[in-house]
């Protein structure tokens, strides 16, 4: 099993910023593709971004230019480096990690972007 740890979630004004961090722990399987979803009330989950094991990454378009994602192999954790936030950002922000046959999900992550 696959334990995902989320946390950095909060509070922010417009334009802010915040860093999410997942720290993944059990038995990871190799290679992976980690990567950070959020849903916001009454819409569906959606990908924020993803990195591949060969740190390969991919972005939602509405956040491309904004958000960074990095990934530190050797500490099992994700990164996401959210910069000028905007309130259609909030939402609750869970970690993934997946390879084939196996998805692994996080608690979720509370980002509120408001003045």
């Known amino acids: 099993q696959v334990q995902l740890v989320e946390s950095g979630g909060g509070l922010v004004q417009p334009g802010g910023s915040l860093r999410l961090v997942c720290a993944a722990s059990?038995?990871?399987?190799?290679?992976?593709?980690m990567g950070w979803y959020r849903q916001a009330p009454g819409k569906q989950r959606e990908l924020v971004a993803a990195?591949?094991?060969?740190?390969?990454?991919n972005y939602a378009d509405s956040v491309k230019g904004r958000f960074t994602i990095s990934r530190d192999n050797a500490k099992n954790m994700v990164y996401l480096q959210m910069n000028s936030l905007k309130p259609e950002d909030t939402a609750v922000y869970y970690c993934?990690?997946?390879?084939?046959?196996?998805?692994?999900w996080g608690q979720g992550t509370q980002v509120t972007v408001s003045s």
């Open positions: 990195v591949t094991t060969g740190s390969n990454t």
């Open positions: 993934n990690l997946r390879n084939i046959g196996h998805v692994y």
């Open positions: 059990g038995s990871i399987p190799n290679p992976n593709v």
